[in-house]
């Protein structure tokens, strides 16, 4: 365990992050307590077993963070009335205490957020020359040079893809399909498997409907940009009931501004051919097919109903209907798989020739299964490193891919990160959008929440739609009027 005593509320998300971050096995415990000696039992840097007790003392006090730790106390001059920098200057303070402690170098150094581009792409969209981008990252957060130039080749595509994008009058749209065959042992999302909620379904879909009509009555001046269907497996529902909704999409939303048309069917047991017309024949022009992982076992294992061979069915059918664009997802560090697991299924995968490829660290989410039953599965090794990622991103050069969006997850195995790669010409604009919150995204569905992106995207707030579908379609005036009050706010009504 690991405790962290604050003598004064402050920055407590921050420290609770990066703490974490270096002991990502460990309970972090922020304390409020003053005055009480450390008490430090941790064995030396290349001793580290499990459990340690570890004790931090933060202190504040006009203009000046002192940190206890082992034994050691360090200083850090603050200007108080700048909080960025007084945040950065104590974040910096604790790794440099925690990496002479543990002895390692976290990747993305002092960067806790899921969107570390988002620091660099704001300086690019302001004309920031490069080096100084660079120079920021590595004096502010502590950035290794090989991250820093992960981030760079991506803002600098995010730019590109973003310049053709019209944040002022345009949306996004998500459409939440929360159903799948089987729930997958490390899923978090509004995911219900679809034998026990069939009878609900066709009710889901009236709800949806109200919703786009509510679009299509509040908002008919704003211009579609681009349209993504995830959940859940979208995929899940009938060839017919796909027919209907998707239909039911042109009906009330003017699509000739449309710039990318994405479902994905994700799961390869929910994937038929005629779903996949069905897809083609409204337009759709992207989907995924995700395989995780290319072994039996751990298919089994994850929960995941089906077997390798349904992969390359799924996707050899998708060519055949025409898709031009196919993204696979894959997880690293899923449970009892080596390196060597991943470098097969990742030459698996590669056999396909996917046009896009994103490669997922395993995040261990509260509300997954593996962690409710965490002791099922604790003996299992869930690893992923620099090693593993660099198998990624030696298939994804192979394939003559580069990388276009990144985000991390908190409690990811190696506190690496999510990397989108795409063949030029191939990349997901909905992708980038969602990540660096530029355009306001309407999401409808249980489970989804829009973004309304205001000030020239420097101000995002939200309104979720809730997440169980009972609940959901009891209560879909209200999740409406939720919406309604949004677009009042942003003045789009
Ligand atoms: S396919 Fe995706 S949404 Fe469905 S259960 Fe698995 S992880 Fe969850």
Redo the contacts with the bound molecule.
Sequence with gaps: MVIVRLNEANFEYDIYGLVKSFFPTQSVEIQYEEGAEPKDSAPKPHEIEEPITLVMNVHYENGRIGLSMSGKTTEVEVDDSNRKDTKNRLKRLIYQALQEYTGRELPWGTLTGIRPTKIALTQLLEEVPEEEIRSYMKETYLTSEEKIDLSMKVVTKEKEMLSKVDYQDGYSLYIGIPF?PS??LY?S?P?YALASYNGQVERYLQCLEKELQFLHDSIPEKKLTTIYFG???PTSLSAEQLDWLLSKVEEYLDLSHLLEYTVEA??PDSITRDKLEVLKAHGVDRISINPQTMKQETLKLIGRHHTVESIYDAYQMAREVGFETINMDMILGLPGESLEDVEHSLKEVAKLEPDNLTVHSLAIKHSSRLNIEWDKYRNYVMENSDSHMHAAYEVAKELGMKPYYLYRQKNMAGNLENVGFSVPGHEGLYNVLIMEEKQTIMALGAGSACKYVTDGGKTVTRSENVKDVTNYIERIDEMIERKRNKLEEIAWL
């Design positions: 799948c729930t997958c899923c999302f995911s959940g859940g497996t994700g799961r």
